[in-house]
């Protein structure tokens, strides 16, 4: 592949809600094996910024099951637990920018000033000026414009966005006083150097709004590459919110070909009873993410359901 950057920098930054699950296993092996292949390094970051929906031993567990997997990382593991006051600086860069506004609307306020014909929830700026309750716990927004925000996706094609009109001034700072996931992915990409992000579609929306936040702060762009999600038989994502079955760790090889096959490459049948160095050594060789297609397969065709 050509037109990967000299210096490739890939992640895998999970969220520690619960183990490793087909699902994950998937953007684990993706993003892996897309930053090994053009001979960069691959970091593990941990998404410890919701208190409230993490499990605790869940992070462990999940860079067990990485290695278990046979997926290596370079460096130290970051977690976000430890990174609030770059989080907080450039909160106070946007509000030097004049680029974020305290807002205390309710989901309902939200959802019952709603554009017509909206599919998802659109921010209306009901705050912009000044928030709707007084003394009332506040989140902090960041503006948007709808100037248009586009980028070419390596497998979903061109993606264009006018942000203020199709998700309108989204949250930085959430009323509990949390970080928000946009923010903390942003900051946190930039400070480890990644070059490429390679995750599920599932974050393919929240792409522009990672990019508005890029550009407002000055930070370099990225590439992106989002795959395919693996869905259950009632074509919801695999999650730990839907309980999906964590990985057994004992059938490491035989989960890492699935994933392969989720991901359009064609492992040999022999690959389904090799050992997990035999399954990596193809992989390394073979991996072409431009057979990686779709937004979504039932993971069950793999093997990957529970
Ligand atoms: N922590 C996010 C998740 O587990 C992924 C973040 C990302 O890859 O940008 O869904
Ligand atoms: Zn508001």
Redesign the pocket.
């Known amino acids: 592949m050509t037109d990967l950057p000299q210096n490739y920098r890939g992640r895998f ?3 520690p809600t619960g183990p490793l699950h087909f699902g994950s296993l998937i953007a684990a092996v993706g993003s892996y094996l897309d930053a090994r292949c053009s001979g960069g390094e691959w970091l593990v970051r941990i ?1 410890d910024i919701d208190p409230p929906r993490e499990k605790r031993g869940a992070a462990y567990d999940i860079l067990k099951s990485l290695e278990v997997h046979g997926m290596h990382w370079s460096g130290d593991v970051l977690y976000q637990s430890t990174r609030s006051s770059a989080y907080e600086e450039a909160l106070e860069r946007l509000d030097v920018l004049k680029a974020a506004y305290p807002c205390t609307c309710s989901r309902r306020d939200i959802s019952q000033n709603q554009p017509d014909g909206s599919e998802r929830l659109v921010y209306p700026g009901t705050c912009r000026e000044e928030p709707l309750r007084r003394n009332a716990p506040a989140a902090l927004r960041v503006l948007t414009t709808d100037t248009p925000i586009t980028f070419n996706d390596r497998i979903q094609g061109e993606v264009t966005v006018a942000l203020e009109s199709e998700d309108g001034d989204f949250v930085v700072r959430r009323k509990d006083g949390l970080f928000a ?1 946009q923010l903390a ?1 942003v900051i946190d990409d930039e400070a480890q150097g990644i070059t490429d ?1 390679v ?2 579609v599932d ?1 393919l929306d929240s792409t522009p709004r990672q990019i508005h936040l890029q550009n407002l702060l000055g930070l370099r762009p990225l590439r992106y590459a989002h795959l395919p999600i693996a869905v259950d038989r009632d074509g919801h994502k695999l999650s730990k919110q839907t309980r999906a079955a964590p990985l057994n760790r004992r059938h490491a090889a035989i989960s890492v070909v699935r994933a392969l096959r989720f991901l359009g490459q064609q492992p040999p049948d022999e690959l389904q009873h090799a050992g997990l160095e035999d399954v990596w050594q193809w992989a390394l060789e073979h991996w072409d993410i431009n057979r990686v297609t779709g937004s979504q397969h039932p993971a069950s065709v793999f093997g990957g359901a529970q």
Do not use: K, T
Request: proline fraction near 10%; avoid cysteine; aromatic fraction near 10%.
């Open positions: 930054a999970p969220s998404e996931y992915v992000v995750r599920g974050l």
